[in-house]
């Protein structure tokens, strides 16, 4: 028991330390940031987490977020699309992660595998190379290394998809990223190391813990949160408070109004109200499973990190009340009852999913996910192009010999049947035109919906 208490602190400790380790400079208004990678970008969302808390947090400071995965690619895929499907983009910020598929499958059943593994990456780090001298040429772009997300060879959730080495090979690569970053003066996140402590420290309680459940390499919901909590750690982020309140209720005296404004406080022992305009809105953690194949809720990641102690703080702090059990009213609607003890201590409103704030947060991200939603149909058919197409010579031809061909081999090619319809919409550029511009029009609606309003406060002792 001891040694498990241990381990378990030596974890959180880890997690707090390895993040809080990493400088990576906050994004700025108008940045347009491209997060490059494989499926874990295509199909994942840490990166639409981490413009919810911009747009949440940075309400008035609008910046936008563009998704340039695709499933199975490899350093070389990246590279090949790279003008096309990157930089045609315009970023001002580019992250990239990559490594996953680079560090192979099934070759480490071989008994050479690991000389298999050393032979194929001197050409890998030469493309990679390659691909560092474009970004180079390209100064104007603040450019971001994220060493990805770790393959689980150690869970026992399942037998299968088990390839002894990857993860060391797949840590061989982040080594070689984070050296690359520091040579060529770049920022670095990673989500490696941090992401295995947590899978090792958790598969000490229950042996089939994963942040990568389903296949042992692609993170679920949880997982993504978490990737997305490293980097916003990354940023400088945690314990930048939604806002902070400490009002004295028998002085009628504002004590402390961190990132919000308090005015028309009126109060005595007994009873307290004040109005309050905060500059930010609660960070709305989604209770649902997201995205085919997923069975975990974004939420389930409070069970690995402190996330809410860390990101999510909107704590309302009463003093001078007499003893007693009061409720909390905001507009007029009551949210909930604490003690004056408990007020005394400080309640954190960004666990409390009924205020108005909250509410309004959680519009926020439904329209996020419906922009994900739609972004997701562009990066199918981008699969199609590049994984596909382009080896069938029919690159952006999207005619009808494209389509034969794609109806032709989703026949035996699993892959290309599951984007099959998605292709026979999105070859019509009009179609790919009108999805950007409802992507565009919501963007645009979260922009005017996200910002704070004036809130009535009240706390009022409860009848019983």
Known sequence: MKKLFYMLMVGVGLFSAVANAQTVAPFKAGDRVVFVGNSITDGGHYHSYIWLYYMTRFPNMRITCFNAGIGGDVIGQIADRFDADVLSKKPTVLTLTWGMNDSGYFEWSRTDAQEVFDKKMVSTYK???????????????????????????????????????????????????????????????????????????????????????????????????????IFLKAQGMANKAVADIKVDAAGKRVDKAVNCSITHVAGSVNSLAFDYLANALPYPLDTIPRSWGNHKKQSDALNVIPFNREFNQEVLTVKSLKSGIYNLLIDGEAIGSWSAKQFSEGVNMAELTETPQYQQAIEVRELNEE????????????????????????????????????????????????NKDNYMRARYKSLRDAWQKEMDVLTDQIYAINKPRIHHIQIVPTNK
């Open 127 to 229: 493309t990679y190379g390659l691909l560092a001298d474009r970004l180079k040429q390209n100064p104007q772009i603040r450019t971001i290394l994220i060493g990805g997300s770790p393959y689980d060879e150690t869970t026992k959730f399942t037998t299968k998809n088990i390839y002894p080495h990857k993860s060391e090979a797949l840590a061989s690569i982040v080594a070689h990223q984070e050296q690359s970053a520091k040579d060529n003066h770049w920022e670095f996140v990673d989500f490696f190391h941090p992401m295995t402590e947590i899978n090792k420290r958790e598969q000490l309680k229950d042996s089939t813990f994963s942040l990568t459940p389903n296949d042992r390499v692609h993170p679920d919901n949880d997982g993504h949160l978490v990737m997305a909590a």
């Open 371 to 418: 922009r994900w939603d739609i972004e997701r149909r562009l990066r199918m058919y981008m699969w199609m192009e590049y994984d596909f197409l382009k080896g069938k010579n029919l690159l952006y031809k999207d005619n009808v010999a494209a389509m034969d061909s794609v109806k032709k081999y989703a026949m035996k090619d699993m892959f290309v049947n599951g």
